[in-house]
């Protein structure tokens, strides 16, 4: 087993009021990092309240560890003093301007130069249709993280998670929210006295599915949060319900259903209302995670007696075990790349973050942490979010798997947890 | 770390400014230069508003959240969530979140108990009313359908009072209402055993009670394999209860690790939340 050596340092304790509920605390790696200057956008038109375009953009790029990027006093706009950030040791440099035409249209204007050959990398014109200024900041941060690293990015997306909240007449109050991808624009989806876990964002990013107790039990409701219809509670189906997790083509739900007290990974599909059973087994066989080719499930299962991940392969039936090392193995995610697993591995008494080479059998543990749970990767496969605790409180992890860093999110009151990360908005 | 994850993550990266020269990358992209005024590009990102109001009775969460004490008593106390409201001695509002919670929780939930069993198939109050060895109050027509619904329901209603005050008399002399079990495990030991079977003799001797078995787990590995956990341990106490023919009165639920005793991350706090609790209705 390979450990990771750690070379931590606690750079910047941030805290953001106004719209985010989540402070951010960075812990940053001395791993090489693509040192860029992102200067202030010009804005042009009337803005309600001043936005810091660039500076969302520098956070964005920041976060995914893959990036230095800083801003700078001089006026950057055609002429460029090269040799002045060449001298500041930085590779590129972006700029541009944001000009209003109408209420919802923007036209936007970015650049990008190789500081060294002092050559354009990339410009482009861009008229934005969009309710908010924060959109266009996360889609031009994917546009620089392509034109600088020839990779998506997965700024323009949303995260879900659940919030927890002590009331002053001593319940709790669950919440399942939804956010931007850097945490910020938090709404509130579900509210309930009653726990909340376990949400999934579907393929298309129009459905959330989770698992809510309202009714005293554990039971699946897929919503749709941007349209006027009634939550869907999936049929009563003869036991406990838990775990979604969407089919790839959203046509289909994968849970864990308890008959006779054996749970087993279902597959429900919308349309006919039907029901296929995926597992067979008299031990616990749960948290299903679908491959993104749709072509295999990978799972948790007790079946030899230790708790460990299988994966199933959905045309040939076959199950294989995909975990090896250590006694303790639990709740797969799929890479966008359908190469990796991240899964919650246990050291000790610990249970920690681990990257597990499907094919190669290799696991790496990637965190320290006592209890790490719920991982998912952002789209691009670039990050890992995932829940942990920090003083008895619960939080969320984002690590870079590029170099390690972790962006750590909480919430000033209360914990949060069970995080998920969207598909591309479109 | 792993040597793969940083080919993967960094092919690109390393290329290009390992040699800090990027300019190569560079003349990929000038093909994408598009040198006219107009925009090159144009990329629709309309925010999708959150749409709710639907669900929770005409009231979104942001709307239910911002409205003043007074208004929210007036709605709790239209949705007949009167019993809720807590007031002080000067008649504010003690308990604002959970009566915004209630509201939103009510916006699905079945209704009051009597409702609950007024919507209910003959049959399936039979099937109720045999259950709690009332078969004898079910009077039947020429055609064998049920034919005293409503007094059924009614005294379906009524036993559910008469069981209430048995329930606290064993409560009152009972040893136990909750079992412990070790990490992972759902083995039931002898004293266990013992805890048990005083309850199957309660059941067996007050035909009109039924059981809810809530299992729980600590806060230790993954919150669905807990929940799993949790009800295989509540299904192993059922088992025992089956070996007296009481599994039809016999309810089995989980928590996994959503509703600890103890919070904390220790050994005591571990132990105590690794359960199944009894609870009669």
């Known amino acids: 087993m390979k450990h990771l050596k750690y070379f931590l340092l606690l750079c910047s304790l941030a805290s953001f009021s106004a719209n985010a509920l989540l402070e951010v605390n960075i812990i940053k790696s001395k791993e090489v990092a693509f040192p860029i200057i992102i200067a202030p956008f010009e804005m042009i038109g009337e803005f309600d309240k001043p936005v810091d375009l660039a500076g969302i953009i520098r956070d964005n790029l920041n976060r995914s560890g893959q990036f230095d990027a800083r801003s700078t006093d001089q006026l950057v706009n055609d002429s460029i003093d090269f040799e002045f950030f060449k001298e500041l040791k930085k590779d590129a440099i972006v700029f541009g301007k944001i000009r209003q035409i109408t209420a919802n249209v923007y036209h936007g204007e970015i650049y990008v130069f190789d500081i060294l050959t002092q050559k354009s990398l990339y410009k482009k014109k861009i008229e934005f249709t969009t309710g908010g200024l924060r959109r266009i900041a996360h889609a031009l941060s994917d546009k620089i993280y392509y034109v600088l690293l020839g990779q998506k990015g997965s700024f323009d997306t949303r995260l879900s998670f659940v919030t927890v909240t002590e009331n002053q007449s001593g319940g709790k109050t669950y919440k399942l929210q939804i956010s931007d991808s850097d945490a910020f624009n938090v709404q509130t989806v579900v509210r309930s006295s009653y726990p909340i876990l376990s949400p999934a964002w579907s393929k298309d990013q129009k459905r959330l599915a989770y698992v809510s107790f309202k009714n005293n039990r554990s039971e699946v409701f897929v919503i749709h949060p941007f349209l006027k219809t009634r939550t869907i509670k999936l049929p009563k189906f003869d036991g406990i319900a838990s775990s979604p997790a969407w089919h790839p083509n959203g046509e289909s739900i994968a849970l864990t259903i308890s008959k006779n007290g054996n749970k087993d990974i279902y597959l429900y599909n919308f349309k006919s209302k039907t029901l296929k059973r995926l597992t067979k087994n008299i031990s616990i066989d749960t948290e299903a995670n679908f491959s993104p080719n749709g072509k295999s499930l990978a799972f948790t299962s007790n079946r030899t007696g230790q708790v460990q991940v299988y994966i199933k392969n959905l045309k040939s039936g076959k199950i294989s075990r995909a975990t090896f090392e250590g006694s303790y193995n639990a709740k797969p995610v799929f890479s966008p790349n359908g190469k990796d697993l991240a899964l919650i591995h246990r050291v000790g008494k610990d249970y920690r973050l681990a990257l597990l080479d499907i094919s190669s059998r290799d696991l790496t543990i990637m965190t320290q942490n006592k209890s790490d749970e719920s991982p998912y990767f952002s789209p691009n496969g670039g990050m890992i979010i995932y829940s942990t605790n920090r003083d008895n409180k619960g939080i969320l992890s984002i690590i870079s798997l590029h170099n390690n860093q972790i962006v750590e999110l909480m919430q000033k009151e209360g914990e949060v947890r069970e995080p998920s990360w969207s598909n591309y908005s479109k | ?281």
């Open chain 2, 1 to 281: 770390m792993s040597k793969k994850i940083l080919l993967l993550s960094s092919v690109i990266f390393l290329s290009s400014c390992a040699t800090t020269n990027i300019s190569e990358l560079g003349d990929k992209f000038l093909d994408l230069i598009n040198p006219s005024d107009a925009a090159s590009e144009s990329a629709d990102l309309r925010e999708e508003v959150l749409v709710l109001s639907d669900e929770n009775g005409g009231f979104s969460i942001d709307e239910l959240e911002q409205l003043t004490n007074d208004e929210l008593i007036a709605i709790a106390k239209e949705k007949g969530l009167e019993d809720l409201i807590l007031l002080d001695s000067d008649g504010n509002l003690q308990n604002r979140d959970q009566i915004i919670n209630a509201i939103l929780d009510s916006a699905e939930l079945l209704e009051s108990k009597s409702d609950e069993l007024g919507s209910l198939s003959d049959d399936a109050i039979m099937e109720i009313a045999m259950a709690k060895g009332m078969e004898d109050q079910i009077i039947y027509d020429e055609d064998g359908n049920l034919a005293n619904r409503e007094e059924l329901i009614e005294a379906l209603v009524g036993s559910s009072a008469a069981s209430e005050a048995l329930i606290n008399e064993f409560k009152n002399t009972s040893d136990s209402f909750v079992l412990y079990f070790a990490y992972d495990d759902t083995e039931i030991d002898e004293a266990a055993t013992r805890t048990i079977i005083q309850h199957a003799n309660f059941m067996q001797n007050n035909p009109s009670v039924s059981l809810r078995l809530e299992g729980h787990a600590d806060e230790r590995g993954t919150r669905e394999y807990n929940l799993a956990l949790g009800e295989n341990r509540a299904l192993s106490v059922k088992e025992v209860l089956g070996l007296y023919n009481l599994d039809d009165r016999v309810l089995v639920v989980s928590y996994g690790e959503e509703s600890p005793i103890l919070t904390g991350s220790n050994e005591e706090a571990w132990e105590k939340n690794r359960r199944v609790e009894f609870s009669y209705y």
